[in-house]
């Protein structure tokens, strides 16, 4: 935190643009080295950049400086527009490298500091990372709500409200001379039971923000030779798969990430089910069995012409659609439902039947299941066990009876909501006890 970092903030290789970011105490020394002077701040100001080493010309760039704490990092901050050559952002940062008290960035370190000057919390610090990783709209509008402090202004509306009740029952323990009310522990319940139950229900989100960031998992199952991979290239609208009419061709599990409705969906093809002796095709059929447990939703496949598959029907549950493929081999449309409940799906990858309903079908799935709530969603698994530790304190809280043990599972409920945002400070207990009961009036 001593020293000055400065790293590349564009993507390297060739553009239009490069920009190096500093931040630290050092930034403003640097430009004067570079540049003989530091421009106005917030003002983007066109300069030479100089080597200090011979003075020869370097870049004729843009400078914006931004002086802390009134920065994004809370830290003297420089940017340097520059001409977006590989040479010309190369040579800046082998300069900057020969300049005191600075050093190259670790991966992360401007959001870092940026939560270490008290500039984002923990769960804004993770929402840019998500925002530079999207890859589609709704990722990319969950990451700014996030980055916004949408969860954070929940959980410490949640801390806030148990700092309160923990601030009464501290004081009806230190301070029982005091003219405070009685039955503190009894007073509070109602308000630690609300709490538990609004983290309870919080938690029963379907895990729809997770799946959102990560994708949500589509795996593509069903016996050999059914048209599992052919249905995974028409979806992704590429040559993603081997298709052969040798059954069991696909042996290892295969990924097609894609986007539907502005929603990311991984697309799995995964081996045919069936009993097999070869060793090869039995692992890729406990992948795939694997991976239908794992996954978020099925596409059951089978063959229109053929009977139904025994193992496929025994898959049939609320996470799944039945798909009945090859349906160009059938004289006539069957709208036959003994595939499964509800009817299958008829399509004919061959020919393209049906693929646009099976596809908007697909979508809305997703969207039900990833758009279920206006209310923001928690993203990471961090937050859901913090949130489920804090939930099982408020529960315990409850049940314990004793004041001091009541107290102490409410100091953990607080302390378990902290570690999401990175705020834990027992000066805030305090602030909170002496504002609400005037100790020592």
Known sequence: MHRTIYALATPPGRGAVAIIRLSGPAAGAAVMELAGSVPPARHATLRNLYDPADGSVLDRCLILWFPGPDSVTGEDVAELHLHGGLAVSASVVEVLGTLP???????????????????????????????????????????????????????????ERLLRSLAHLEADLDFPDEDLPECVA??????????????????????????????????????????????????????????????????????????????????????????????????????ARRRA?????????????????????????????????????VSAPTGRSNFGQPPAVEISVKTGQGLDALEARLRTVVASRLTASAEPALTR?????????????????????????????????V???????????????????????????
């Open 381 to 413: 698994a961090r937050h859901r066990t913090a949130l489920e530790d804090c939930r099982d304190c408020l529960l315990r809280a409850i049940a314990a009876g004793q004041p001091e043990l009541v107290a102490e599972d409410v100091r953990l409920a």
């Open 101 to 159: 008290d600075m050093r190259p960035a670790e991966p992360g370190e401007f959001t870092r500091r940026a939560f270490e000057n008290g500039k984002m919390d923990l769960t804004e610090a993770e929402a840019v990372a998500d925002l530079v990783d999207a890859q589609t709209r709704g990722q990319q509008t969950q990451a700014l709500r996030q980055m916004q402090g949408a969860l954070a202004r929940i959980y410490d509306g949640w801390r």
């Open 415 to 441: 302390r378990a909501l902290g570690r999401i945002t990175g705020r834990v400070d027992v000066e805030d207990l305090l602030d909170v006890i002496f504002r609400d009961f005037c100790i020592g009036k």
């Open 186 to 287: 009894a007073l509070v319940e109602p308000e630690i039971s609300a709490l538990a139950s609004e983290i309870a229900l919080h938690l029963h989100d379907g895990r729809r923000g997770e799946r959102l960031r990560a994708g949500f998992q589509v795996a593509i199952l069903g016996p050999p030779n059914v048209g599992k991979s052919s249905l995974l290239n028409a979806l992704a609208r590429r040559e993603a798969a081997i298709v052969s009419e040798r059954a069991g061709t696909t042996r290892d599990v295969i990924e097609v990430h894609l986007e539907l409705g502005g929603l990311p969906v991984i697309l799995v093809d995964t081996a045919g089910i069936r009993e097999s002796a070869d060793e090869i095709e039995e692992e890729g059929v406990r992948r």
């Open 293 to 329: 447990a794992d996954a978020d939703f099925k596409l059951l496949v089978c063959d229109a012409s053929a009977e139904p598959d025994r193992v496929l029907l025994e898959m049939v549950d609320d996470d799944s659609l039945v798909i009945a493929n090859k349906i160009d081999l």
